[in-house]
């Protein structure tokens, strides 16, 4: 029997191995092909055009190792460059953003939804939209926070520092008065219990991973293609730099057992 | 008369306009022509290989522009880049470790120099190996403070945040009696208050800015490449990404007059 070709899941850096962890649990016949974009990492300061620009590379390099879809596991490449993506590729690509808000909504029993991520992710208004698409007369209040990953990638879950500047992103929220947030960033589940230390326990943490995993079970389910069940799926991951920090980090925090990883080169001969 | 050709500088981000500020003081005829690589920022967290391909593509771009010089104004390719960027280049390539390094042997009265920089430049061990060269004897101590540059990225030059994160990084080197410090990376002297409130009094900091220009000055004079002396050089700045952050902090932190900024393309087709 052949290998059945993989699902493709890339972000800039680690934080999309949350979602890959999520599609472990859910999905373990699959074959993962995940592709980490560290030569360039990080996205979340950068424009759309160049967003783009890397998401379709990436996703070109996903379709060569056989993706029979790809899941943008990168809020900001799934916020800024989902549409462009669709345009280009036939495979499905399916983004993290739509499936966050609809946890989000389901989540929320006042309509009062808090939203954090990179700048880029919360300049674009995705989440505000995806959500109000969902549920109009919600009120949605976003706040960028351009730290949170440096200070994830340096591994600093639980210190006073990351305390403090989630401190000050969050308090414009927080005096909103909601009662969900969404994660909407990849690598913040990693700072989940310092998060719930600065919330407080009466706030729904929403993370898209969970969702989008589940959301990649559908479309598998529907559009039948899901790998034979009888099996065990293997994880591939390549990276565009061999970064050391991003084992260190994905290894100890997440749990998942990495073997090979592979080098791939990026090509960017667009003109801007 | 025609326009004189330019000197070249780049960096990965804004960090290098610390090194055009003190050229456009020290050498007011001379044009400049700066490129931030702000598409592929920041640097200090890759690998040499990944450094290598950047700093020889964004040299490239220089040479387009006629550029009569190259200076490396960034630590992290200065210490990975600048030996293969002379290997492939016939213009002289200047980097800011080398200047750096002198500058912290002349200051050092006691022979013991502190040096911090991103986790690149001080695992690469450029500096230790420069002031070697100089100072045989030299008791060299360094510390890898990878969240400076993020922080100063945000603005948050006088902040509790930076202060703390300072005064873990500088802990191992301050206990070390040093009596030099240097800023081995073009963003930190944006950090001079807070370093040295972190510090003391007791201590020299040295940045490279300077000495670089200097060194500039130096060559352009030995090989007969100044600019006619009875004019005023101009500035031209490109970025690989239009980031607006870019020029909230290049203005606000170093008062550099920035006019139109160009957008350049930036081609990987290396293997890697």
């Known amino acids: 029997m052949p290998n059945p070709d993989p699902i493709g899941v890339f972000d800039s850096g680690i934080g999309g191995l949350t979602v890959v962890a999520e599609l472990q649990h859910l999905l373990p016949a699959e074959n993962i092909f995940y592709i980490g974009d560290t030569a360039r990492v990080p996205y979340g300061g950068k424009t759309r055009r160049t967003v783009e620009r890397y998401s379709v590379e990436?996703?070109?390099?996903?379709?060569?190792?056989q993706a029979k879809l790809?899941?943008?596991?990168?809020?900001?490449?799934?916020?800024?460059?989902?549409?462009?993506?669709?345009?280009?590729?036939?495979?499905?690509?399916?983004?993290?953003?739509?499936?966050?808000?609809?946890?989000?909504?389901?989540?929320t029993k006042n309509r009062r939804i808090g939203v954090i991520g990179t700048r880029a992710t919360v300049a674009s208004g995705?989440?505000?939209?995806?959500?109000?698409?969902l549920a109009p007369a919600a009120h949605v209040v976003s706040s960028a926070c351009p730290l949170l990953v440096p200070l994830i990638e340096e591994g600093l879950f639980d210190d006073p520092v990351t305390d403090e500047m989630l401190a000050?992103?969050?308090?414009?929220?927080?005096?909103?008065?909601?009662?969900?947030?969404?994660?909407?960033?990849?690598?913040?589940?990693?700072?989940?219990?310092?998060?719930?230390?600065?919330?407080?326990?009466?706030?729904?943490?929403?993370?898209?991973?969970?969702?989008?995993?589940?959301?990649?079970?559908?479309?598998?389910?529907?559009?039948?293609?899901?790998?034979?069940?009888?099996?065990?799926?293997?994880?591939?991951?390549?990276?565009?730099?061999?970064?050391?920090?991003?084992?260190?980090?994905?290894?100890?925090?997440?749990?998942?057992?990495?073997?090979?990883?592979?080098?791939?080169?990026?090509?960017?001969?667009?003109?801007?």
Request: net charge neutral.
């Open 58 to 65: 990436i996703g070109g390099l996903l379709l060569a190792e």
């Open 70 to 107: 790809i899941v943008v596991a990168c809020n900001t490449a799934s916020a800024l460059a989902v549409p462009r993506m669709r345009k280009i590729f036939k495979v499905p690509v399916l983004g993290v953003v739509a499936p966050g808000a609809e946890a989000a909504v389901m989540a």
């Open 126 to 133: 995705a989440y505000e939209h995806a959500i109000r698409l």
């Open 168 to 272: 000050r992103y969050l308090a414009p929220i927080l005096s909103e008065n909601v009662d969900t947030l969404v994660l909407g960033c990849t690598h913040y589940p990693l700072l989940h219990r310092a998060i719930t230390r600065a919330t407080g326990p009466g706030i729904a943490l929403v993370d898209s991973a969970k969702n989008c995993a589940a959301a990649v079970k559908s479309l598998l389910s529907e559009q039948n293609l899901a790998a034979p069940q009888d099996r065990l799926g293997h994880l591939n991951i390549a990276l565009t730099d061999p970064a050391e920090g991003f084992l260190r980090v994905a290894q100890n925090a997440l749990g998942i057992e990495i073997g090979e990883i592979m080098t791939l080169a990026v090509q960017s001969t667009d003109r801007v």
